[in-house]
């Protein structure tokens, strides 16, 4: 039986990178037993000669991604002079793409992992932002970065997910006279809330708009003067009694209250 060829993964990081290279090359033979044996977080020559002694004695080969460009020289030249086969996966690339932007590398270890969780934190605050939509869980509101009070057509679901684009999990939680707001909302910190204010006759303009779409009659109820200034009334009510800031929404893009909610949540940091 034929012993089992043993491929060296070398990285200063993980070397989750430098593996699926590997992986993919071997998927192109038929034959052969092969095990990849990956030694992550590479920082010294040391650790380099180790393994390449091992490589020489077992004639094996070695994968590595390394930014850093002495240890990424080192292996090369080690290898060279071992007559080790080498394949440097970051290297030429880092190189070629030097050359052609005309800028200087980071050389940082795992940036790429560190993408890979900030694209998590975003997917799991977009995530919380639909579970915790209008209301629907009371939990989300102890849990989140933001929460955003106001009443119907005030910009709370966009907002969220507008914030929640960037980082933020936020609950949002709409204020109805008939309902008692969550005891949740009370618990909270008040700097943590931020309550959306909107003038009587914007509110009515959009609700109106909205009851057109919908294929009803703008007589509704829902768009009633004298129903939205109750909700407003309720609205001031409760703000108050929570004790959070405001911001005023009548005027503003979705973009311009969101980048205001960031700067506010920044100054508490």
Known sequence: MKEQQVIYVLSDSV??????????????????????????????????????????????????????????????????????????IMGPTMDAMERVFSDQPRLEAGLVHKLDEDYFKKIEAIE???KYDDGRDTRGITRADIVLIGVSRTSKTPLSQFLAHKRFKVANVPIVPEVDPPEELMMVDPKKCIGL???????????KERLKALGLGDQATYANVSRIEQELEFFNDVVEKIGCPVIDVSHKAVEETANQIIRMWQSRQ
Not at 46 to 74: M, W
Not at 197 to 207: A, P, V
């Open 128 to 130: 919380f932002a639909v």
């Open 15 to 88: 070397g989750e990178t430098a593996e699926l290279v590997i992986k993919a090359g071997l998927s192109q033979f038929k034959s052969g037993d092969y095990k990849i044996q990956r030694i992550p977080y590479v920082e010294d020559k040391g650790t380099i000669d180790e393994f390449l002694q091992q490589a020489k004695l077992n004639s094996s080969l070695i994968g590595f991604t390394l930014v850093n460009p002495e240890l990424r020289a080192h292996l090369n030249k080690r290898a060279a002079e071992l007559d080790i086969e080498a394949i440097d």
């Open 197 to 207: 204010r909107i003038s009587s006759e914007k509110l009515n303009g959009i609700r």
